[in-house]
């Protein structure tokens, strides 16, 4: 049980931000159909957001942008569908962060200590 906030913090990169990182590149190097470029994607979708917001481009400009300068995709069906699986994508990354933090919460949390029951 973690006695410092600062154990508990090295607690909870090693048991659960490593372990995401680990598994996260484990899961976007599997060559599942349609998702393996899916990661890459969103990263470069990031970094088009970030610089058109900066530039103080509206939300829809900065998506054209980003289908524009990223992809082949000129149909409005398949662009809705990257962007679904760009939900999908997130959704399990989030699962996957979840599922670390509750295999760790006993250790990073001590069990005993005030408001538990």
């Not at 088009?48 to 069906?77: A, M, Q, W």
């Not at 809705?80 to 919460?105: G, I, K, M, N, S």
């Amino acid at each position: 049980m973690p006695n410092s906030p600062s154990l508990a913090l090295t607690q909870f990169q090693n048991l659960v931000g490593r372990k995401f990182q680990i598994y996260n590149s484990l899961f976007t190097s599997l060559p599942f159909h349609r998702i393996e470029k899916t990661g890459i994607l969103l990263s470069l979708l990031l970094n088009n957001c970030e610089e058109g917001y900066e530039n103080k481009l509206s939300p829809s400009r900065i998506i054209e942008e980003f289908f524009d300068k990223h992809t082949s995709y000129v149909k409005e069906e398949e662009r809705l569908d990257l962007l679904f699986r760009f939900v999908q994508y997130v959704e399990r990354q989030v699962v996957l962060f979840d599922a670390l933090e509750d295999a760790a919460f006993t250790t990073i949390n001590d069990m005993n200590g005030p408001g538990t029951l």
